[in-house]
């Protein structure tokens, strides 16, 4: 590729100055997917693309970097339709918006506690819990619950579901989080629940998680669901003991 094709790729960047060439942040940015890349990433492919086909919105794998989450992998509709758009490399505060908590809610207490006092909580919407002792309680649920749905808690305007890929210990190595853009109503968050928690619980088993029992997500749509054992790990170490 000549030049001028990697600057505007995002692969070199030139100092106008001097004219000296520099790596870009598209190099920088995979450069963490390659750090952070383990076999979770190898088996969660094939699982990306299912959803992918199935739902036709966002669909992407993160992990958890420092006090952030960062996307290692993703798919999105082509085109110019609204869309809700997460490519690898980029980053966001771990506790705002669903792909955070659902991987902040699965790291056992030590971690958890050691975490948030590293953290100032900042709204970034009006939607974005900024209160610890509220999020510690939504934590809780949503190791309850096996997943978590969210709603402008990051992006105003935009949803996300996800739910995690747990190792033999019962943290979370990474999430999988299916997203898209509010258009007047909810999207169906009990069949998108059935869908992701399929493919994240075939990854944790072979990880070597355990769970206690079957998951099972209720029909019912809304913001509470429960009925899921996943996160339940006979070798888990949580706040559900």
Request: a positive charge; proline letters at 5%.
């Amino acid at each position: 590729m000549p030049r001028n094709g990697l600057l505007t790729a995002g692969y070199l960047t030139k100092d106008s100055s001097t004219q000296a060439y520099a790596l870009g942040p598209t190099i920088l940015r995979l450069a963490r997917v390659a750090e952070a890349g383990l076999d979770f990433h190898r088996l969660a492919i094939p699982w990306i693309d299912e959803l992918f086909k199935k739902t036709g919105e966002t669909i992407y794998l993160v992990t958890r970097n420092g006090e952030s989450w960062l996307c290692l992998e993703s798919r999105m509709r082509a085109g110019m339709g609204i869309r809700f758009l997460v490519r690898p490399g980029e980053k966001a505060p771990i506790y705002a918006g669903c792909p955070g908590k659902v991987l902040l809610a699965f790291l056992g207490d030590p971690a958890i506690d050691d975490l948030l006092n590293k953290i100032q909580l900042v709204k970034l919407t009006r939607r974005t819990v900024a209160d610890r002792r509220q999020l510690l309680k939504q934590l809780a649920d949503i190791r309850a619950r096996g997943y978590h749905y969210s709603q402008g808690e990051y992006v105003s305007g935009a949803w996300g579901l996800g739910a995690p890929i747990l190792n033999g210990q019962g943290t979370a190595e990474a999430a999988i989080v299916i997203s898209g853009v509010l258009q007047g109503r909810k999207p169906p968050i009990a069949k998108l629940a059935r869908q992701v928690l399929e493919a994240t619980q075939n990854i944790s088993r072979k990880l070597g998680y355990i769970p206690l029992a079957k998951p099972r997500v209720v029909k019912r749509e809304g913001m509470n669901l429960r009925g899921s054992n996943f996160g339940q790990s006979q070798k888990a170490n949580d706040r559900n003991g």
